[in-house]
């Protein structure tokens, strides 16, 4: 059964450091594209980091220089060190794999529709 599973959100203050967990099972995530994303309360799913198949990484412009992509392929896991966090940061956050043959395009990576496989989301909550 092809799955990602996330972990490590929370409540943190602003200013604070969270690393999320994105364990994949099914599916070796080597050679894989990885995505992160978050959705904020009303607001869409927005791309927010990205590693392709050769390990070249991607960041939206609110988090670069913030946020951190990486990937254990001996842990089949993939995280999201997140450092300098601020109360805009708040979001449920999903990660998400493009299947092998799929078509995905780095110039488009912030594209949820080139991505098929989907974990459950975890919170996380930047506040005072």
């Known amino acids: 059964q092809v799955q990602l599973v996330e972990s490590g959100g929370g409540l943190v203050q602003p200013g604070g450091s969270l690393r999320l967990s994105c364990a994949a099972s099914?599916?070796?995530?080597?050679?894989?594209?990885i995505g992160w994303f978050r959705q904020a309360p009303g607001k869409e799913r927005d791309g927010v980091s990205c590693?392709?198949?050769?390990?070249?990484?991607y960041y939206a412009d609110s988090v670069k220089g913030r946020f951190t992509i990486s990937r254990d392929n001996a842990k089949n896991t993939v995280f999201l060190q997140m450092n300098s966090l601020k109360p805009e940061d708040t979001a449920v956050y999903y990660c998400?794999?493009?299947?092998?043959?799929?078509?995905?395009?780095?110039?488009?990576?912030?594209?949820?529709?080139?991505?098929?496989?989907w974990g459950q989301g975890t919170r996380v909550t930047v506040s005072s």
């Open positions: 998400a794999a493009v299947s092998p043959g799929r078509l995905w395009l780095g110039s488009t990576w912030y594209d949820t529709r080139r991505y098929d496989i």
């Open positions: 590693m392709d198949s050769s390990s070249f990484t």
């Open positions: 099914g599916f070796t995530l080597d050679y894989s594209v």
